[in-house]
C-alpha cells in the first residue's frame, strides 16, 4: 500500500492556513508574471523575458520534493495520503503568495534531495527541514533561513549513556543518513560505530528495542516524535549546533530563490509565520 500510494502526486488540499488561499492562487489568475515555463529551446532570442522571470517544472505550479518521514515538518497523514506539517504549510502560503498551486512529488530518500534539486527537470523546490551548510551550497542555492534547529541524541529512557559512553566502538548510534545528526556522529562521536539509515521512525523503533543505544537527531523532531509516539524514549543531551532550515533552489534558477524570499519575508511581516510556527509549536519559535 505504501508503494501505490507513494506514486501518487500529492496535491495540496486546503491546509487550516493556506489552503484556500492555495486553490485561489491556482485558480488561473495568471499573476506571476514572473513565471516563465520551461524550455529547452536555447536558440530562442526572447531576450525579452523580464529580470526577474524563473522557470518552473511544471506552468503555474510549485513542485516540491522533500523525505516525508519528519515530523512535525512532513509527514504523511494516514487518512488522507497527502503530506502534512509545518514545512508543508510554510511551502503552501509561499506558493500561494507566488500566485502557484504546489503540488509533492513521492517520497525522496532524505540525502536524494539536494542532488536531484542540482540535476534540475524534476522539483523546483525541496523544502525538507535541510540545514543550510557549506556543503551543500556548494551544489544548490538556499532562500534565506525561515527556522533555527539543534540536534538532540535520543536513547531509551533510564540509559545511562552520555556522550562520553557513547564514543566507542560497541556502541551504535543511529542517524537519518547524510543528516546533519550524520555528520555530527562522524565529527563527535568517531569511536563509535555510525549506523546511518533512510528512516527516522524505523531508527527510533530500534533504540526502543535496544538494536541502537541512541539516535542523533534534529531537536524539534526528537521532542514531537517522543511526545507523540516513542513515550519511553527520553532526550539524554541537546547539542547547540546554531543551524538553520533552508528551502533548496537550482543554481540555475537564482530569480526563483528572489521570489521564494520575497514570499518569505512578506510572510514574516504579515504574521503568517508566525501562525504556521504557533500552530504546530505552540508558540513562535
Ligand atoms: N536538518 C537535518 C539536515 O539537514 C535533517 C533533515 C532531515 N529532513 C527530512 N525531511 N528527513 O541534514
Not at 18 to 28: D, E, I, P, T, W
Not at 213 to 238: G, Q, R
Not at 242 to 250: C, D, F, H, L, R
Not at 259 to 274: I, P, Q, W
Amino acid at each position: 500500500m505504501k508503494n501505490s500510494m507513494s506514486r501518487r502526486q500529492f496535491i495540496l488540499a486546503a491546509g487550516a492556513l493556506a489552503g484556500s488561499a492555495v486553490l485561489a492562487g491556482c485558480g488561473g489568475s495568471s499573476t506571476s508574471s514572473s513565471s516563465t515555463s520551461t524550455s529547452t529551446d536555447s536558440s530562442s532570442s526572447s531576450a525579452s523575458a523580464s529580470d526577474d522571470s524563473y522557470t518552473l517544472v511544471k506552468d503555474g505550479t510549485l513542485t516540491v520534493v522533500a523525505e516525508l518521514g519528519f515530523a512535525p515538518f512532513e509527514y504523511m497523514n494516514d487518512q488522507t495520503g497527502d503530506p502534512e506539517g509545518f514545512d508543508v504549510d510554510v511551502i503552501n502560503a509561499v506558493a500561494e503568495k507566488m500566485g502557484l498551486q504546489c503540488e509533492y512529488l513521492p517520497n525522496q530518500k532524505f540525502d536524494t534531495l539536494v542532488p536531484l534539486i542540482k540535476q534540475g527537470g524534476k522539483a523546483d523546490v525541496s523544502i525538507a527541514a535541510i540545514t543550510i551548510t557549506d556543503v551543500r551550497e556548494e551544489s544548490v542555492d538556499f532562500s534565506e533561513p525561515y527556522l533555527d534547529s539543534n540536534q538532540a541524541i535520543v536513547a531509551i529512557k533510564g540509559s545511562t549513556e552520555t556522550e562520553a559512553t557513547l564514543n566507542d566502538a560497541s556502541k551504535q548510534v543511529v542517524c537519518q543518513g547524510g543528516t546533519t545528526g550524520n555528520d555530527w556522529i562522524t565529527e563527535n562521536l568517531p569511536n563509535a560505530t555510525c549506523v546511518p539509515v533512510d528512516d527516522v521512525t524505523a531508527a527510533l523503533t530500534g533504540v526502543q528495542t535496544g538494536l541502537y543505544n541512541a539516535m542523533v537527531v534534529d531537536l524539534p523532531v526528537a521532542k514531537y516524535m517522543l511526545t507523540n509516539s516513542f513515550s519511553d524514549l527520553d532526550i539524554i543531551e541537546e547539542i547547540a549546533t546554531g543551524e538553520q532550515y533552508g528551502i533548496a533552489i537550482s543554481k540555475d534558477n537564482p530569480n526563483l530563490t528572489k521570489a521564494v524570499n520575497k514570499a518569505l519575508e512578506d510572510m514574516k511581516s504579515d504574521g503568517t509565520m508566525d501562525s504556521i510556527e504557533t500552530k504546530w509549536f505552540g508558540s513562535t519559535i
